[in-house]
């Protein structure tokens, strides 16, 4: 039987895009490609897929990838002068060969260190030097962690504001069996309804139409259960205060080109993310922000 072991190996992808592969050897996979930083994959020991990839996903710069986990910055949803996720998630990324010192326990090599800095275009649009590092990392049980470290080098004293968001698309059954936990009563921004304040006394969010929901304040810990597969996703985050619960629904999805007519059905975002109150970084300063994935069984699910 052959052993599985970590692997962590730079290969291409769709459309000849350079991506790095991870292995654990509990069984646990993942990919990001270097276009965007963007994870497009996480499957389990079983090779099921657990996040959501677009049907009509375009692997195609300057297009972005809908679906895995984007990596919105330095803005997002469409309030500012940039694009609407800002622009990180169109550029092609580096591998980071001199990563400043950052503890991962020993056991724990199947990780890759994205870098991205300022291009000349970017700073037509947003004037400022930054460097954003992204950790992706595959633990031992299959977790799948992100850590975003960016520091602003503005050599001309200037401090820099963003929004920041892990746009995750987690992959479901079927959206009827589906509920996010962890967020009840607590007060959200309605993108549906002029980001006008509300809150809801009900108990989990379920999906019945569109929902695109900011939410402020968040507790680190949010749960996706899925009934059907009998499997939670448990999200917890650091640095992020806010978490943003989007599903489009069917007249918003047909709208959309690169997502297909049925896709919204098996699919939730949950974001950890900065978006209320935007973080500002004086230079020299790195903000970090994480984000870890994990798949139990629900406990939820009795037959
Ligand atoms: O989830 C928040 C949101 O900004 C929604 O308003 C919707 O636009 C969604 O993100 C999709 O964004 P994307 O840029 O991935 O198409």
Same mark, same amino acid.
């Given at each position: 039987?052959?052993?599985?072991?970590?692997v962590?190996e730079q %290969?291409?992808?769709?459309?000849?895009?350079?991506k790095?592969?991870l292995?654990?050897?509990?069984?646990?996979?993942a #990919?990001v490609?270097l276009?965007?930083?963007?994870?497009?994959?996480?499957?389990?020991d079983?090779?099921?897929?657990?996040?959501?990839m677009s049907?009509?996903a375009?692997?195609?710069?300057?297009k972005?990838?809908?679906?895995g986990?984007?990596i %919105?910055?330095?803005?997002?949803?469409?309030?500012?002068s940039l694009?609407? #996720?800002?622009?990180?998630?169109?550029?092609i990324?580096?591998i980071?060969?001199?990563p400043?010192?950052?503890?991962?326990?020993?056991?724990?090599?199947?990780?890759v260190?994205l870098?991205?800095k #300022?291009s000349e275009e970017?700073?037509k649009?947003?004037p400022h030097?930054?460097?954003?590092?992204l950790?992706?990392?595959l633990?031992?049980?299959g977790d799948?962690?992100?850590?975003?470290?960016?520091?602003?080098?503005?050599?001309?004293?200037?401090?820099f504001s963003?929004?920041?968001?892990?746009?995750?698309?987690?992959?479901?059954s079927?959206?009827?069996y589906v509920?996010?936990?962890?967020?009840?009563t607590l007060?959200?921004l309605?993108?549906l309804k002029d980001?006008?304040?509300f809150?809801?006394?009900?108990?989990?969010?379920?999906?019945e139409?569109e929902?695109?929901?900011?939410?402020v304040?968040?507790?680190?810990?949010?749960a996706?259960l899925?009934?059907?597969k009998? #499997?939670t996703f448990?999200?917890r985050k650091?640095?992020?205060?806010?978490a943003v619960?989007w599903?489009p629904w069917d007249?918003?999805?047909k709208?959309?080109?690169?997502?297909?007519n049925d896709?919204?059905n098996?699919m939730v975002?949950v974001?950890?993310a900065?978006?209320?109150k935007p973080?500002?970084l004086k230079?020299g300063?790195e903000?970090?922000?994480?984000?870890?994935?994990?798949?139990?069984?629900?406990?939820y %699910?009795s037959?």
């Open positions: 039987m052959s052993m599985k072991k970590v962590v %290969c291409k992808g769709i459309n000849d895009l350079d790095i592969v292995r654990v050897a509990c069984g646990f996979f #990919q490609y276009y965007g930083g963007q994870v497009t994959s996480w499957k389990n079983h090779g099921e897929e657990l996040l959501f049907s009509n375009i692997f195609e710069p300057p972005n990838i809908r679906g986990i984007s %919105c910055f330095p803005q997002f949803s469409s309030d500012g694009e609407q #996720q800002g622009f990180v998630r169109n550029k990324w580096s980071d060969t001199d400043p010192p950052f503890p991962t326990n020993n056991s724990n090599k199947a990780f260190d870098i991205l #300022q970017d700073m649009t947003w030097f930054y460097e954003f590092r950790r992706v990392n633990s031992p049980s799948l962690i992100l850590t975003s470290r960016i520091r602003n080098t503005n050599s001309n004293g200037k401090p963003f929004n920041f968001a892990y746009h995750t698309h987690f992959s479901v079927d959206n009827s509920r996010v936990e962890g967020l009840e007060y959200y309605d993108n980001k006008e304040l809150t809801d006394q009900g108990d989990a969010i379920t999906f139409s929902v695109d929901k900011i939410y304040s968040t507790p680190t810990k949010i996706i899925d009934h059907e009998k #499997q448990i999200l650091e640095g992020l205060p806010d619960v599903n007249r918003k999805a709208s959309i080109p690169d997502l297909g896709d919204y098996h975002c974001d950890a900065a978006v209320e973080i500002t230079p300063h903000w970090k922000g994480t984000q870890v994935l994990c798949l139990v069984p629900s406990s %699910c037959d």
